[in-house]
């Protein structure tokens, strides 16, 4: 059983940056792909990045060259840094972990999920 926490979240400018964090605890954290998803008040939950555990990354289409997912297998812990922040970025942002990197934007493939951070930005 593999547990998630996200920290990080906040109300920034546009414009502005925050970086998320997502540590993991239980079962092998390190060996699992890990994802990071976003869900705005009345619209679907949907993939933002994701990054394997070798560190193969992949985005959204809506946060490439913007955002950077990363990793610290010693740690357990995954990061999102995310710049030139948009009001159309604001939600809820959760961290996923799953033990492949297959279907890596589909929600229902991850195994864990975190509780979430909100991240709100102001125009």
């Known amino acids: 059983q593999v547990q998630l926490v996200e920290s990080g979240g906040g109300l920034v400018q546009a414009g502005g940056s925050l970086r998320l964090s997502c540590a993991a605890s239980?079962?092998?954290?390190?060996?699992?792909?890990r994802g990071w998803f976003r869900q705005a008040p009345g619209k679907e939950r949907e993939f933002v990045a994701a990054i394997s555990w070798t560190g193969s990354r992949t985005y959204a289409d809506s946060v490439k060259g913007r955002f950077t997912i990363s990793r610290d297998n010693a740690k357990n812990t995954v990061y999102l840094q995310m710049n030139s922040l948009e009001p159309e970025d604001t939600a809820v942002y959760y961290c996923?972990?799953?033990?492949?990197?297959?279907?890596?934007?589909?929600?229902?493939?991850?195994?864990?999920w975190g509780q979430g951070t909100q991240v709100t930005v102001s125009s």
């Open positions: 239980g079962g092998t954290a390190s060996r699992y792909a």
């Open positions: 996923a972990a799953k033990n492949s990197f297959s279907n890596y934007y589909v929600v229902e493939e991850y195994d864990y």
